[in-house]
């Protein structure tokens, strides 16, 4: 079954860029109809949903971002990837990468174990 | 972008109890609606899609409901496993926003 496991550095200096790879097992990431995705959640709060991309490479951001993400997959390596620039304290959080896949509505399953990114110099 | 708010931010309630969390989203998103737990220092899990569809695995206690902008989760027989944040999540148009969650507590 599809696996996600996500990799990348834990501590982020801020105006930086925190960059993340989701490694994708149990599938291929260049599958028909899939997407993938990103979420993060700060140290005691809710999730907000990051950026997903399609399998045809269209992309969408959640605009609260303000065009400092971007996510991209790398076909050769079965992963896909987010950048942050920019960072700031309040980009401290544990980023999950997920598959939206679960009926026409998308749900997140399954989801990688989550990685905690803090920003501090 | 649609907004999605969830009611009550949190609730106490005792094993058995019927629970109800409602989420309301900004404009009309038809059943584009999900619903997860989170558990303390846990990942998400998926508990149902399309308003009302169960994921597999999920105990039929859970079950969903609305269209529209009304969508509802009840959780008919509280469990001691149930105590837990739960999250509704739209997808009828990007940002596919998450309600702020609904804490459920232990009375």
Redesign the interface.
Known sequence: QLQLQESGPGLVKPSETLSLTCTVSGGSVSRNSYYWGWVRQPPGKGLEWIAIIYYTGSTYYNPSLKSRATISVDTSKNQFSLNLTSVTAADTAVYYCANPGRGYTYGFDPWGQGTLVTVSS | ?IQMTQSPSSLSASVGDRVTITCRASQSIS????W?Q?KPGK????L????S?L?SGVPSRFSGSGSGTDFTLNISSLQPEDFA?Y?C?Q?YS????????TKVEIK
């Open positions: 972008d059943t584009y609606v999900n997860y989170q990942v998400p899990k998926l149902m899609y399309a308003a569809s994921e944040t999250y999540q997808t990007a940002p596919w926003a998450f309600g702020q969650g």
